[in-house]
């Protein structure tokens, strides 16, 4: 019995799926590198950081490192502010964005593209020219150092409309015109139907606010003077000039302050992975 040939298109695919696969393979290789370097540096004895030559594990695993880490600076309220302001900042994100974008997408009212348009052109003004006057708004409203401060400007956001808004244009209109038969209100629509489904797009808005607010370091550094209300970035910008040059401690303060993003990525990523395919080239 003959072997059933194999067509030249078909190995192409073969092998360009195994060229893929390699190509995803070292690149997760070089993103994952840098943490754990990171992590073996938090282990090390102060003494083996510089060792020369460079070794992955120390003479002995130094577990403590975390908890001088910890106690050395007020790490502990680093962390909540962090919490505090990620965690209300991205649900005032993902509220005022799904609403905007409800009103881009499923309104019908004049000037609507010209007016998104507009508002999706202030993606191109860099953050930086906007510290100065931000900054004097929020000292002449007395917000300086206070949560406040450190969220509400952040809370509109025109990639948030966007991404929600190429979603909602996905999703046939004939659901919510069967809601509004029924005797819905836009805003019932809204709740009940449109951000039920909306819920893969919402969750990817959610990891990528989450982690912005949570990595901010250039806004909190000059609206935040007061040691009580800085988030852990500028926690371990002071780590690294209390400690001098005991690295360890500080990647020790680094690998904790990963933890929480990590979490938000591991428990949203079902969401975050189909919000990208369905949001990111949707519309109509």
Sequence with gaps: MSAIP??????????????????????????????????????????????????????SVEWGNFAKAWNYLPFGRFMLNGLIVAGIGTILVVFTSAMAAYAFSRLKWRGRDGVFLIYLGTLMVP?????????????????????????????????????????????????????????????????????P??????????????IGYWNSFLWPLLIV???????????????????GNQWNLLMAASTISVIPSAIIVIALQRYLVSGIALSGMGGR
């Design 225 to 243: 003077s007061d040691v009580n209300m800085a988030t852990v970035p500028l926690g371990l910008n002071m780590f690294l000039g209390q400690t």
């Design 197 to 210: 489904l909306a819920t893969p797009a919402l969750g990817t808005l959610a990891v990528f606010t989450f």
């Design 6 to 59: 194999v067509s030249g298109h078909v190995v192409r695919r073969r092998i360009g799926g195994w060229v893929s696969q390699a190509l995803v393979i070292v690149a997760a290789v070089i993103t994952i590198i840098p943490f754990i370097w990171m992590l073996s540096t938090a282990l090390k004895p102060s003494a083996e950081v510089f060792a020369d030559p460079p070794v992955l594990i120390g003479s």
């Design 127 to 195: 953050q930086e020219v906007l510290i100065v006057p931000m900054f004097i708004l929020m000292r002449n409203l007395g917000w300086v150092n206070s949560y406040q401060a450190l969220i509400i400007p952040w809370a509109f956001t025109a990639f948030g409309t966007f991404l929600l808004r190429q979603f909602f244009l996905t999703l046939p209109d004939e659901l919510e015109e069967a809601s509004r038969i029924d005797g819905a209100s836009r805003w019932t629509s809204f709740t009940r139907i449109i951000l």
